[in-house]
């Protein structure tokens, strides 16, 4: 069965800082592989996919990820973090070879942003 | 707008009592599922369906019920509450065409006491 680990629970930066959440999936082929974002009281909103082709990709609000076959990881990157961004992120996997097409979430990572 | 809509934002029910969550969708998706939301849980996937008339179970279904009589509607039906299922729950709908990124409700608040 897919799975997703995100290892923090909680990260701390300040703001106009650099990013990166950490992303490992479980999965015997290539994924289709997303991140969310959810603000306070909201839905999830997709930030990025990736299923083939350029191992980086981008995606809204100035967000981009990338792919590692080798690490099995898909981390997510910003590199100047804005007060908005403090948010709850999570990474997601379809698979890609039968099964439901319903995707599996890691727990998420808490993003707290210091002015 | 097109996007999923998730009624009622809030409810509070009493131990034993049933409700309906309703979600529907007008963006044509044919894959729709039920996610319940816990602090430190991330997302657990209750039901899920992937086209009209075709339901099955996900994580955590025990407690409730789905049907997909149409493509747009994917009620969440909860036999008799119990206090585990206060909780978050969220509707989300995705395509293939759209390469399964999910749309995402926002979301019922159910209390039950």
């Known amino acids: 069965a897919q799975s997703v680990t995100q290892p923090d629970i909680h990260i701390t930066v300040s703001e106009g800082a650099s990013l990166e959440l950490r992303c490992n999936y479980s999965?015997?082929?290539?994924?289709?592989l997303f991140w969310y974002v959810q603000s306070p009281g909201q839905g999830l909103q997709l930030l990025l996919k990736?299923?083939?082709?350029?191992?980086l990709v981008q995606g809204i609000k100035g967000f981009e990820a990338e792919f590692k076959r080798s690490q099995s990881s898909f981390n997510l990157r910003k590199p100047s973090v804005h007060w908005s961004d403090a948010a709850e992120y999570f990474c997601?996997?379809?698979?890609?070879?039968?099964?439901?097409?319903?995707?599996?979430f890691g727990r998420g990572t808490s993003l707290i942003v210091h002015p | 707008n097109a996007g999923v809509t998730q009624t009622p934002k809030f409810q509070v029910l009493k131990t034993g009592q049933s409700m309906t969550l309703q979600c529907a969708q007008d963006?044509?998706?044919?894959?729709m599922s039920w996610y319940r939301q816990d602090p430190g849980m991330g997302l657990r996937l209750i039901h899920y369906s992937v086209g009209a008339g075709i339901t099955d179970q996900g994580e955590v279904p025990n407690g409730y019920n789905v049907s997909r009589s149409t493509t747009e509607d994917f009620p969440l039906r909860l036999l008799s509450a119990a206090p585990s299922q206060t909780s978050v729950y969220f509707c989300?709908?995705?395509?293939?065409?759209?390469?399964?990124?999910?749309?995402f409700g926002s979301g019922t608040r159910l209390t039950v006491v």
């Open positions: 989300a709908s995705g395509s293939r065409d759209r390469g399964y990124g999910y749309t």
């Open positions: 999965y015997g082929a290539t994924p289709y």
């Open positions: 997601a996997v379809v698979s890609a070879s039968g099964g439901s097409y319903i995707p599996t």
């Open positions: 990736y299923f083939s082709g350029d191992t």
């Open positions: 963006m044509n998706h044919e894959y």
